[in-house]
């Protein structure tokens, strides 16, 4: 069974930096096509994709975030860490974590994330 | 960047009937790519369907996914009462993107 749960602050000031934690169980980040992902919802809006760390420790970044996020993976913990720094009000959202599962279509591998965590708020406010 | 932009905004039905949903790309994207999410109040996204047209585990059959390209389709073919929800598409290709989701309402 696959669970996967975000932890970190509620409440961060503007221009601190922004650590989120997301502890997984259920499968292991060193295992071949799998990967996990941070997904984030300002309140009342759509999902936006934030970074995505494979079990090869290779790593996509939202093109208009990439600047100011970085995301690690510890293995031997089962952990994804994702830092992001210069925070700002905008950032306000639920901040969700999900595994990422490879499917090997006709013409190309791709990923879904098929498993999410319970989401945690943060609160950008000074 | 492939922009999704999912339309209508909100769809107002009543049970029992069938709901259309589009999403359409900014530029081609590959079937492979193209992910379908559910979401309720305060919950996590569910995959609904992924491959443009597969369904995940444990989804009723009354979801169907279709399309190709630029422009795919989210069918619920009967809704029940517990479909109540925004639906988003989701690629994933050069960047991953969400679209900005449909919700579909009781009438």
């Known amino acids: 069974q696959i669970t996967l749960k975000e932890s970190g602050p509620t409440l961060v000031k503007p221009t601190q930096t922004l650590t989120l934690t997301c502890t997984f169980s259920g499968f292991s980040l060193s295992t071949s096509a799998v990967g996990v992902g941070w997904i984030r919802q300002s309140p009342g809006k759509a999902l936006e994709w934030l970074a995505l760390i494979y079990w090869d420790d290779d790593k996509r970044y939202s093109p208009s975030l990439k600047s100011r996020l970085t995301i690690t993976k510890d293995t031997s913990k089962n952990q994804v860490v994702l830092t992001m720094t210069n925070v700002d009000p905008v950032d306000t959202a639920t901040y969700y974590c999900?595994?990422?599962?490879?499917?090997?279509?006709?013409?190309?591998?791709?990923?879904?994330?098929?498993?999410w965590g319970q989401g945690t708020l943060v609160t950008v406010s000074s | 960047e492939v922009v999704l932009t999912q339309s209508p905004g909100t769809l107002s039905l009543s049970p029992g009937e069938r709901a259309t949903l589009s999403c359409r790309a900014s530029?081609?994207?590959?079937?492979?790519?193209l992910v379908w999410f559910q979401q309720k109040p305060g919950q996590s996204p569910r995959l609904l369907i992924y491959g443009a047209s597969i369904r995940a585990t444990g989804i009723p059959d009354r979801f169907s996914g279709g399309g190709s390209e630029t422009d795919f389709t989210l069918t619920i073919s009967r809704l029940e009462p517990e479909d109540f929800a925004v639906y988003y598409c989701q690629q994933y290709g050069s960047s991953l993107t969400f679209g900005g989701g449909t919700k579909v309402e009781i009438k």
């Open positions: 999900a595994h990422g599962k490879a499917w090997f279509g006709e013409l190309s591998t791709t990923y879904y994330f098929d498993y």
């Open positions: 530029q081609s994207v590959s079937s492979s790519d």
